[in-house]
């Protein structure tokens, strides 16, 4: 990614915190109601959701946009901006389970890509990203709660054991673009000491991409979107949606 778009978003990050932008405050339950003794999402990383639909210096849209491109060439179609996310994990923040990332969406099917730009370079001692190579050959698993690692609904077994995947740990140098299925198994280590590890994240879903409330029916988007309708990058942002991502 060119310097300036991740000064774009190193900007983004500075300028939420100066202005006080409210962090997501826990994960998505999507299956199951938020557990009483869950601890917040900052356990994990600080989060800020959807800084493309922020104005002025805070906004990401233009970044988003430029990455556009290369989203419709992977999916075959023209694409959706679905959401996008401003990740900083902090010294002390646990480690990010392994999960894969449809099942925290309301969407009918798995046509999306997802991008991770690291704004610092990172590793896996930083708490970069890493995949269970293949993984996402096992289909769609059950929504995991992410402080645990455990399927949500307590009925339904994961099927997956990282024992069985190799692992792909890859270090990043700064503005390496990593763009992974939604079905992939990826997580990240906690981050013992050093400075922040900054990093960005969005999703593009496949123009043909429909709401589909039973995929995650407690996600916040349920309440203000049509199920069955398309996808649009208009949905309104009237009540705080929270997504994580490692």
């Known amino acids: 990614m060119p310097q300036p778009m991740l000064q774009q ?30 601890p917040p999402l900052t356990a994990l990383m600080d989060q800020w959701l959807n800084p493309h639909r922020q104005t002025g210096e805070g906004s990401t849209l233009t970044v988003a946009q430029s990455l556009r491109p290369l989203a419709e060439s992977l999916l075959g179609t023209s694409a959706v901006l679905f959401q996008d996310l401003l990740l900083v994990k902090r010294p002390g923040q646990h480690e990010f389970p392994w999960h894969q990332d449809f099942g925290f969406w309301p969407v009918d099917r798995e046509l999306a890509v997802v991008i991770w730009v690291p ?14 190579a293949g993984s996402h050959r096992l289909g769609v698993r059950p929504v995991v709660d992410l402080h645990t690692g455990a399927p949500q609904d307590s009925n339904l077994d994961l099927e997956f054991d990282i024992e069985d995947w190799p692992v792909a740990v890859p270090s990043y140098a700064e503005g390496d673009i990593a763009v992974f299925s939604p079905l992939i198994f990826h997580s990240s280590s906690a981050k013992a000491g050093g400075a922040d590890r900054p990093a960005w994240s969005c999703v593009f879903l496949a123009q043909e991409v429909r709401w589909c409330h039973a995929n995650a029916p407690n996600h916040p988007l349920c309440q203000i979107t049509e199920d069955g309708a398309l996808v649009s990058e208009t949905v309104s942002e009237s009540i705080e949606v929270t997504n994580a991502g490692a």
């Not at 983004?12 to 826990?26: C, F, G, Y």
């Open 119 to 132: 704004i610092k370079a990172a590793d896996s001692a930083s708490g970069a990203l890493r995949f269970a």
């Open 9 to 38: 978003l190193s900007g983004a990050i500075q300028h939420a915190r100066d202005s006080n932008r409210r962090l997501s405050r826990q994960v998505l339950y999507t299956r199951v109601p938020e557990p009483e003794a869950a």
